[in-house]
């Protein structure tokens, strides 16, 4: 009994401190690598965030030259510029060169004839440049000049009435060869936003000579919404940085310029993420860039996207997790220690009643013990094995059904991504001859009207209505293209804000026909998609308000309420009302509710309904 103390004890605290070093030092090891892993794997997420913005800030460019473009092709502009270049070709050069600088100096100083700003003001292809600035709210202000750098049309006032003796139409211009001319970002102090100037030179088709310049002035912050709302974290942050140094944008306001160039070089070189010294905050953060905008048309500095997150809030779960380890450890050691003590003591006595009896039987005391032949546990080890074994065979019959499953569905997906690409293609198409017509109906009944009888103007009138319904029909198409296509970036959204933002764009309208509007208040906050979130309950809105019954006291409620694992939200109304059947069919594409007399392209509702879909 003297040596089976002795090994007792001996047990009992190699297992103390076997068990204590099984906590103490995978700890240890696991905090070091924790960290690391943790750092890379922000790092990594905001590597990819960084070159998902710049990809997505490209697009956005490149989309919104691709609309001037269209505005450059327009017949009824290069038609106009045409007309207006003719006086060069058949005047007095140095008469013409007298008068531009007469009227340029009246227009900087404000003493133009009202009759002569009107002519430039308020022509058919300034009523034209101001619907596209309607349609795209981007848009700050769009203004076209003829061959000679004379202003014949503006959205609105600008300084200058001459303009071949500025940067960006010297360099749109080429001497004549024409380019694209995407200037530097620059802060618009009249407007107090940052802005980017797009200029494209207008081309005539038949000898491709260039007739003029139009120039497109961005609201680059209202541009770049959508993938500057991205939400980081609240220790995160993200700037548009030019190679100097400059931080033009950021999440959280305008910055100072960055004065450090060893970490500027850092944002120029880096190719996966960093770790460093924050030069706005004195804080350590791991940060990510990318470049964006391509150099072969955009003449200013290079631009970044910098993506940057708190180092000491990126590993906080890591400390956490690390201590709740460690505490549980210690709690396990503790619960080891006092079971050890009683097991250890069973099993030495179990030990010491088996070396007794097998004493006794080396003696022939007693008889030899038999062992027991049950082999219930082997049967049940038996059973499971089959078990397991079936298991495996259905799993792999699974695999092969899951895996033509997976084949059907990309098919699917990819004929929708054609359709959308179909209707996106068919609607860019139809687009500029739809605003070709609307242009020249404006003409004739502009220039024309007293030459027509009142049958005449009625059809005029009858293709105005046409073609405004045609267009929308067109910009609601491009949209539901979109809504289908485009990548969604998902964030926590306070819908509260969210419908702040919406009601404010119908505010007047809701005044005008006094409609009680009302917005529970709390309403749960979701995790999707900002920019589609917004059309939603735009969508939704509008058309409360479009089929409100002004005879009743109108009124719009929208709040929400859990329904299972989602949250639904609702927007009710005491407006016309619609049939049982109609409620059916009303998000199907096109179709409209009849007898109503209210205009509208039934497309609205099926891109509300895609946008939801697209989210579960």
Same mark, same amino acid.
């Given at each position: 009994?003297?040596?089976?103390?002795?090994?007792?004890?001996?047990?009992?605290?190699?297992?103390?401190?076997?068990?204590?070093?099984a906590?103490?030092?995978?700890? =240890?090891?696991?905090?070091?690598?924790?960290?690391?892993?943790t750092?890379?794997?922000v790092?990594?997420?905001?590597?990819?965030? $960084?070159?998902?913005?710049?990809?997505?800030?490209?697009a956005?460019?490149?989309?919104?030259?691709?609309?001037?473009?269209?505005?450059?092709?327009?017949?009824?502009? =290069?038609?106009?510029?045409?007309?207006?270049?003719?006086?060069?070709?058949?005047?007095?050069?140095?008469?013409?060169?007298? /008068?531009?600088?007469?009227?340029?100096?009246?227009?900087?100083?404000?003493?133009?004839?009202?009759?002569?700003?009107?002519?430039?003001?308020?022509?058919?292809?300034? =009523?034209?440049?101001?619907?596209?600035?309607?349609?795209?709210?981007?848009?700050?202000?769009?203004?076209?000049?003829?061959?000679?750098?004379?202003?014949?049309? %503006?959205?609105?006032?600008?300084?200058?009435?001459?303009q071949?003796?500025?940067?960006?139409?010297?360099?749109?211009?080429n001497?004549?060869?024409?380019?694209?001319?995407?200037?530097?970002?620059?802060?618009?102090?009249?407007?107090?936003?940052?802005?980017?100037?797009?200029?494209?030179?207008?081309?005539?088709?038949?000898?491709?000579?260039?007739?003029?310049?139009?120039?497109?002035?961005?609201?680059?912050?209202k541009?770049?919404?959508?993938?500057?709302?991205?939400n980081?974290?609240?220790?995160?942050?993200?700037?548009?940085?030019?190679?100097?140094?400059?931080?033009?944008?950021?999440?959280?306001?305008?910055?100072?310029?960055?004065?450090?160039d /060893?970490?500027?070089?850092k944002?120029?070189?880096n190719?996966?993420?960093?770790?460093?010294?924050?030069?706005?905050?004195?804080?350590?953060?791991?940060?990510?860039?990318?470049?964006?905008?391509?150099?072969?048309?955009?003449?200013?500095?290079?631009?970044?996207?910098?993506? %940057?997150?708190?180092?000491?809030?990126?590993?906080?779960?890591?400390?956490k997790?690390?201590?709740?380890?460690?505490?549980?450890?210690?709690?396990?050691?503790?619960?080891?220690?006092?079971?050890s003590?009683e097991?250890?003591?069973r099993?030495?006595?179990?030990?010491?009643?088996?070396?007794?009896g097998?004493?006794?039987?080396?003696?022939?005391?007693?008889?030899?013990?038999?062992?027991?032949?049950?082999?219930?546990?082997?049967d049940?080890?038996?059973v499971?094995?089959?078990?397991?074994?079936?298991?495996?065979?259905?799993?792999?019959?699974?695999?092969?059904?899951?895996?033509?499953? /997976?084949?059907?569905?990309?098919?699917?997906?990819?004929?929708n991504?054609?359709?959308?690409?179909?209707?996106? $293609?068919?609607?860019?198409?139809?687009?500029?001859?739809?605003?070709?017509?609307?242009?020249? %109906?404006?003409?004739?009944?502009?220039?024309?009207?007293?030459?027509l009888?009142?049958?005449?103007?009625?059809?005029?009138?009858?293709?105005?209505?046409?073609?405004?319904?045609?267009?929308?029909l =067109?910009?609601?198409?491009?949209?539901?293209?979109?809504?289908?296509?485009?990548?969604?970036?998902?964030?926590?959204?306070?819908?509260?804000?969210?419908? /702040?933002?919406?009601?404010?764009?119908?505010?007047?309208?809701?005044?005008?026909?006094?409609?009680?509007?009302?917005?529970? %208040?709390?309403?749960?906050?979701?995790?999707?998609?900002?920019t589609?979130?917004?059309?939603?309950?735009?969508?939704?809105?509008?058309?409360?308000?479009?089929?409100?019954?002004?005879?009743?006291?109108?009124?719009?409620?929208?709040?929400?309420?859990?329904?299972?694992?989602?949250?639904?939200?609702?927007?009710?109304?005491n407006?016309?009302?619609?049939?049982?059947?109609?409620?059916?069919?009303?998000?199907?594409?096109?179709?409209?509710?009849e007898?109503?007399?209210i205009?509208?392209?039934?497309?609205?509702?099926?891109?509300v309904?895609?946008?939801?879909?697209?989210?579960?």
């Amino acid at each position: 009994m003297i040596m089976l103390k002795g090994l007792k004890n001996e047990l009992y605290f190699k297992t103390i401190g076997i068990c204590a070093s099984a906590i103490i030092i995978p700890c =240890i090891i696991f905090y070091f690598s924790i960290t690391k892993n943790t750092t890379q794997m922000v790092g990594g997420n905001l590597k990819g965030i $960084s070159e998902r913005t710049s990809y997505n800030f490209n697009a956005i460019i490149k989309h919104e030259i691709e609309q001037i473009e269209d505005l450059a092709k327009n017949s009824l502009i =290069i038609w106009f510029i045409n007309k207006k270049n003719k006086r060069y070709a058949i005047g007095n050069q140095e008469e013409i060169k007298r /008068e531009i600088n007469e009227i340029d100096k009246k227009w900087i100083d404000g003493s133009l004839p009202q009759e002569l700003f009107d002519n430039i003001i308020k022509n058919p292809i300034s =009523i034209l440049l101001r619907n596209n600035t309607n349609y795209n709210i981007n848009y700050m202000e769009i203004f076209v000049t003829d061959k000679k750098g004379v202003l014949i049309a %503006s959205t609105n006032r600008t300084s200058d009435y001459y303009q071949a003796d500025e940067k960006w139409w010297q360099k749109a211009y080429n001497n004549g060869n024409g380019r694209k001319y995407v200037d530097k970002i620059g802060f618009d102090s009249s407007a107090n936003v940052y802005s980017l100037d797009i200029c494209l030179p207008i081309k005539y088709s038949t000898d491709n000579s260039v007739i003029g310049i139009v120039k497109v002035v961005l609201d680059i912050k209202k541009a770049l919404y959508p993938i500057f709302s991205e939400n980081i974290d609240k220790a995160g942050n993200m700037w548009l940085v030019s190679s100097d140094g400059t931080s033009i944008i950021s999440q959280t306001g305008f910055v100072k310029k960055i004065n450090n160039d /060893e970490f500027m070089n850092k944002i120029i070189n880096n190719q996966s993420f960093f770790v460093s010294d924050s030069p706005f905050l004195k804080k350590k953060m791991i940060f990510a860039s990318e470049p964006v905008i391509q150099k072969d048309f955009f003449t200013g500095d290079q631009l970044y996207v910098l993506i %940057s997150q708190n180092f000491s809030e990126a590993i906080k779960p890591a400390k956490k997790l690390i201590s709740s380890i460690f505490l549980t450890g210690f709690i396990v050691l503790m619960v080891v220690i006092y079971f050890s003590r009683e097991f250890l003591g069973r099993l030495l006595s179990v030990i010491d009643t088996i070396q007794k009896g097998m004493d006794k039987i080396g003696y022939g005391r007693e008889p030899v013990p038999v062992l027991s032949e049950d082999k219930d546990e082997l049967d049940n080890l038996t059973v499971a094995f089959n078990n397991m074994a079936k298991a495996i065979k259905e799993r792999d019959d699974l695999k092969v059904d899951k895996s033509e499953l /997976e084949i059907i569905s990309k098919e699917l997906i990819d004929k929708n991504v054609e359709l959308g690409e179909f209707i996106y $293609s068919i609607s860019h198409d139809l687009r500029a001859p739809v605003v070709s017509i609307s242009g020249y %109906s404006s003409i004739l009944m502009e220039e024309y009207a007293d030459k027509l009888d009142e049958e005449g103007i009625k059809y005029l009138k009858r293709i105005n209505e046409n073609t405004a319904f045609m267009e929308q029909l =067109i910009h609601d198409l491009i949209d539901l293209s979109r809504a289908e296509k485009i990548n969604y970036v998902y964030q926590d959204l306070n819908i509260s804000e969210i419908l /702040e933002v919406v009601s404010s764009q119908f505010r007047e309208e809701i005044r005008k026909k006094k409609i009680d509007f009302v917005v529970k %208040s709390k309403l749960h906050k979701i995790y999707a998609d900002k920019t589609k979130v917004i059309q939603v309950f735009n969508n939704l809105i509008g058309n409360a308000i479009k089929y409100i019954n002004t005879n009743n006291a109108p009124r719009i409620e929208i709040g929400g309420e859990m329904e299972g694992d989602f949250y639904k939200f609702y927007i009710k109304d005491n407006g016309i009302g619609m049939s049982k059947s109609d409620q059916e069919k009303i998000f199907k594409l096109f179709y409209r509710i009849e007898g109503t007399g209210i205009s509208g392209t039934g497309v609205g509702l099926n891109i509300v309904k895609k946008i939801v879909e697209r989210h579960q």
